[in-house]
């Protein structure tokens, strides 16, 4: 063989075993389990943090890592309990809550009824000597506000409103009273997420728009409908107390209406 041939050869093995390298290395990077990933949130050190940009409810973005795993979290410490709440635009809530504890019972929620992949994993932390919700950061490329602004299509109308029919169903459940289209998160493969629900679980006994009922998930339907309450009561101990008697009556309502409009058009219109 020729010097100049050898020389190549000996080039492209290295880079043949640099690539190799690159692709064992992305193998091996950890794909921790919900499990983990509420372990890491509730015990791994934080090396980092800053003020988050967006919200109103004083969130910090952190940085945690236990030396096998670094990864970012988001750390909401409020807990606001008035008996009367004046807004800006001159309305009034009585009772009004606003409290991290309730991201937690959102995602418990979420667990008993199959829909905590649409939700980032939230576990209870103190830090900087508050108690607060951690939740872990999701690889998003925009909020839906953002998605409106900028007017981006979607690209697959169908599979979006199927996910997006998903968030307004657990949205009648929680209540939400402060839901809007920064608390949907976008990631890169079109995929939903529903963050901060702080301002969630109502007191009120029915949906408050049943105009967002209109289709459902046959799974999800099937989970709403032998949703337990005492189970509730228990996943939920000291998140919800009093408030997961109403989660009860709105599920009630929920699975009445599609029950109806299954009754008037058939399962085929109904659910998908």
């Known amino acids: 063989m020729t010097p100049i041939y050898l020389r190549r050869r000996l ?14 290395i992305a193998g091996d990077e950890p794909n921790p389990t919900k499990e983990q990933i509420k372990r890491f949130l509730a015990t791994a050190p934080v090396v980092k943090s800053h003020e988050s940009k967006k919200g109103i409810t004083h969130t910090t973005r952190l940085t945690l890592s236990d030396g096998t795993i670094t990864h970012d979290a988001s750390f909401q410490p409020i807990d606001e ?22 991201n937690i019972a959102a995602y ?14 939230y576990v209870e932390r103190k ?16 909020d839906e506000a953002d998605r409106l602004k900028q007017k981006i299509p979607v690209p697959d109308p ?17 209540s939400d009273a402060d839901a809007n289209p920064t608390n949907l998160l976008i990631g890169e493969k079109w995929q939903i997420w529903r963050i901060d629900f702080s301002r969630a679980f109502r007191l009120n006994k029915e949906p408050k728009d049943y105009k967002e009922l209109v289709r459902c998930d046959r799974q ?3 989970r709403l409908k032998t949703l337990d309450g005492k189970e509730l009561t228990e996943k939920t101990k000291g998140y919800l107390d009093k408030d997961g008697a109403a989660v009860m009556m709105r599920r009630d309502k ?6 109806k409009l299954i009754a008037e058009k058939g399962e085929k219109e109904v659910l998908y």
């Open 254 to 259: 929920i699975v009445e209406r599609f029950q």
């Open 108 to 121: 418990a929620l979420a667990e008993l009824i199959g829909m905590d992949d649409m939700l980032p994993v």
């Open 81 to 102: 309990h008035k008996r009367e709440k004046k807004f800006s635009n001159g309305a009034v809530e009585l009772n009004f809550v606003d409290s991290y504890k309730y």
């Open 158 to 174: 169908d599979a979006w409103k199927d996910q997006m029919q998903k968030i307004w169903v657990f949205d009648q459940l929680v």
């Open 127 to 142: 830090y900087a000597g508050q108690q607060g919700s951690l939740s872990w950061w999701l690889p998003v490329k925009m």
């Open 220 to 222: 999800l339907l099937r």
């Open 11 to 24: 080039f492209l093995a290295v880079v043949a075993c640099l690539v190799c390298g690159l692709f064992a």
